[in-house]
């Protein structure tokens, strides 16, 4: 079907996926229909695929490869910048796309959603240089393309994570399967149709619709990918992991997160609490990066709590499309009820909650937060995925750093202080792939990753083309003629 960025019902159905340049009928009949969740209306629909579509998708980006990656890298950063700068310009339909999608609200989904995608993208383009070869006396050293690339991304930050993989990854020189969630697929057909309308040759880019059990399994599991660049749950990630190590697939894994913003006691506290409560509700709290605990000085969590109830409270909570709403829905009823058993649970095992949340219809969630937290309970150890912050009290920088690493995550957090040496001190200390500095702005040119569950290589900046290729090293006869002696 043609793609039409004026209209304004964001309807769209597709039977197709986009493989080898052409929109090709689904193997199945089956079609995953795409819900509205502010209020449950269906907006469109896709083809739930089959393991044959996955491996006609991978057969075209294996065909497409020699000659993407034989393409001088200026020509490919052209063709790059290109089709950013088209997606650049339709980023008013897109926030409203994504606003439907996922339920954030519009300004959010506008400016963030969209905006920091495009930031990202932009970010790695600049680090191109990074391809560049090397030379170590007589050898030199070649960034390779990895070679065929399948993406699979979450409904979360759909966007966002989609032009994270894709856009290094073609950059590189390597072909791309893009998966993306069945309950968020509407962006993705976007970036089908734009690049159908790029410079990007054939089969460069290829988009399959399904589920993870489904076609995600099956891309995960065939000889025919090189690389799978996942982002999602520890339980799934695991399972990618398990079924690419079969075939000896590379893997980059962004996991889940339970991340710590440190509040030391010479901390400018109102502002600390005032940003970290803010940056959790980010998304309805739907973020891999929230700072989901707060660990405090002890002797100032009865203020904190004063400051985190006010901030709570502050939150319009509703439709996305208002332009009074600060937090949307949550994505679905089961996402919800997985929510609320959490803060069931949590009370249940002594967690005192010090902001009264009202109960809401449909997928609506107020925030909540929770005191008296300890580190051996839910709230302090899981992923909730929800507007859900845990207080936690420390005796010092010591007892922070080891409240703050009591997790099997590490993927981001904050240190706050007067004295930016010991924020800067404490957090060398913890264990995560990035810590914000006294509030510090997001950097889409550093690596984005992190330790232990929560993940596998880094994204993000020069980091995120380097996880895109491969290293050979071409060694040369030394001047004179000396010959050189192999290495056994």
């Known amino acids: 079907m043609p793609f039409e960025p004026t209209r304004t019902d964001f309807c769209f159905d597709y039977r197709e996926h986009w493989i080898g340049g052409a929109w090709i009928p689904s193997v199945g009949p089956d079609i995953d229909p795409v819900h509205n969740p502010a209020d449950c209306s269906i ?9 044959a579509d996955a491996e006609a998708a991978l057969a075209a980006a294996a065909a497409a490869l020699p000659g993407w990656g034989a393409t001088p890298r200026e020509h490919r950063l052209t ?4 089709w950013l700068t088209m997606i650049e310009a339709d980023a008013g339909f897109l926030g409203e796309l994504i606003s439907r999608e996922v339920g954030t609200p519009r300004t959010a989904s506008r400016n963030v959603q969209v905006g920091l995608a495009i930031d990202i993208a932009e970010a790695c383009l600049d680090a191109a240089a990074v391809l560049d070869d090397e030379r170590y006396g007589n050898s030199i050293v070649r960034k390779v393309p990895a070679g065929v690339v399948v993406a699979i991304t979450p409904w979360n930050v759909p966007l966002i994570l989609a032009l994270q993989k894709v856009v290094p990854a073609l950059l590189a020189g390597c072909t791309v399967v893009l998966k993306p969630s069945e309950l968020t697929p509407l962006h993705a057909a976007y970036l089908a149709h734009s690049a159908e ?45 398990t079924a690419a190590a079969m075939n000896f697939s590379r893997v980059h894994l962004e996991l889940g997160g339970k991340s710590a913003s440190i509040i030391l006691e010479d901390a400018d506290l109102e502002q600390a609490v005032a940003a970290s409560i803010d940056q959790a509700m980010f998304n309805s709290g739907q973020a891999c990066l929230q700072w989901s605990r707060l660990i405090v000085p002890r002797a100032v ?20 499309a208002a332009p009074e709403t600060d937090l949307g829905p949550l994505i679905s009823a089961s996402a919800k009820a997985r929510v609320v058993r959490a803060c069931e649970l949590g009370v249940a095992r002594g967690a005192r909650p010090v902001v009264t949340r009202p109960e809401m219809d449909g997928l609506y969630f107020a925030p909540i937060v929770f005191s008296d937290v300890t580190e051996e309970m839910n709230l302090a150890q899981e992923e909730i995925f929800g507007p859900v912050v845990s207080i936690m009290t420390h005796d010092g920088d010591d007892d922070a750093v080891r409240l703050a690493n009591s997790t099997r995550y590490g993927l981001h957090g904050a240190v706050w202080s007067g004295h930016e040496e010991r924020a800067g001190a404490v957090a060398r200390r913890v264990r995560a792939g990035q ?43 030394l001047a004179g003629g000396r010959a050189v002696r192999a290495r056994a």
Request: proline fraction near 7%.
């Open 43 to 51: 907006i469109g629909s896709v083809p739930r695929g089959a393991a």
């Open 79 to 82: 063709a790059l910048r290109g």
């Open 197 to 241: 309308r790029s410079e990007l040759p054939s089969g460069v880019l290829n988009v399959v619709f399904g589920d993870g059990p489904g076609v995600g399994a099956a891309l995960a599991s065939s000889r025919a990918a090189d690389l799978i660049s996942f982002t999602g749950s520890v339980r799934a990630g695991r399972a990618v992991a």
């Open 301 to 320: 969590v009865r203020e904190v709590e004063e400051l985190a109830r006010m901030m709570a409270a502050k939150y319009v909570v509703g439709d996305p």
């Open 435 to 477: 810590l914000e500095i006294n509030g510090a702005p997001f950097n889409p040119a550093a690596p984005f990753g992190g330790f232990r569950h929560s993940g596998i290589g880094r994204e993000c900046g020069a980091a995120g083309i380097d996880a895109f290729c491969e290293l050979q090293a071409l060694h040369y006869p």
